[in-house]
C-alpha cells in the first residue's frame, strides 16, 4: 500500500514524517472502501499486544481511500494514532484518557491549513458533541484546544504537554470524586 502524497506532506510539515516509520506502517496498512457503510466499522488504527495484554507488538492500520475531504481527516486521525504509538511497539501499553488527543489536534490543524465549509461544519458539529460513554474523546476535546493555542511543530513536546495535562485532569477527577462523597 502507498499513502497519498498529501498525507505525507501534511505529516512531514508538521515534523511527524520519518521514512523508515512510514515504510512501517504502510506494510501494516489495508485500504477500506469507505463509501461503503459495511466497511467503515473495520476503519482505525488497531493495537496488537502480547498474549499477556500488557506489550504492544504491532500496529494494524486500515485507512479509507482517500477520495473526499472525510477521509482525509480519518487518514490524518489514523496515522496520528500510529506515528505516536510506533515508538511503543515492543514496550508496555496501556490505552488510557490521552489516547484520542493528539488525532483530535491534528485533525484540527489539518482543518484549519485546508479550510473548507465541510471541514469547519465536522469541527462545528465534533465541538458540540458529548462523550459521555467515551471519556477519552471528551478529555481528548477539552486538552485540544488548549493545544491548539500552544502549538508547536514538536511532536514531542506535543505528547509531554499531554501528558501533563492528563495527570491534572485525573488528579482533578480525583478529587472531584472525594469531594461527592
Excluded at 506489550?55 to 494494524?60: A, F, G, H, Y
Excluded at 479509507?64 to 511497539?89: C, D, G, Q, R, W
Aim: proline share 4%; glycine share 2%.
Amino acid at each position: 500500500m502507498t499513502f497519498n502524497p498529501k498525507i505525507i506532506d501534511f505529516f512531514k510539515e508538521h515534523n511527524m514524517y520519518d521514512q523508515e516509520m512510514f515504510k512501517y506502517l504502510q506494510k501494516q496498512s489495508d485500504m477500506v472502501d469507505y463509501d461503503d457503510p459495511d466497511q467503515r466499522y473495520f476503519v482505525g488504527c488497531f493495537y496488537i499486544l502480547d498474549k499477556s495484554g500488557t506489550r504492544l507488538t504491532d500496529l494494524r492500520l486500515n485507512l479509507p481511500y482517500i477520495n473526499s475531504e472525510e477521509t482525509m481527516l480519518i487518514s490524518v486521525h489514523e496515522l496520528t494514532h500510529a506515528i505516536f504509538n510506533y515508538p511503543k511497539i515492543g514496550k508496555k501499553f496501556k490505552k488510557d484518557i490521552t489516547i484520542e488527543t493528539l488525532p483530535l489536534l491534528y485533525e484540527k490543524i489539518y482543518a484549519n491549513e485546508h479550510p473548507s465549509k465541510w471541514l469547519e461544519a465536522y469541527l462545528h458539529r465534533l465541538d458540540g458533541m458529548t462523550y459521555e460513554k467515551y471519556p477519552e474523546y471528551a478529555f481528548g476535546l477539552k486538552a485540544r484546544e488548549k493545544l491548539y493555542q500552544v502549538y508547536q511543530k514538536n511532536p514531542e513536546k506535543m505528547a509531554k504537554i499531554v501528558e501533563k495535562m492528563s495527570q491534572e485532569y485525573q488528579f482533578e477527577q480525583f478529587k472531584n470524586k472525594f469531594r461527592r462523597k
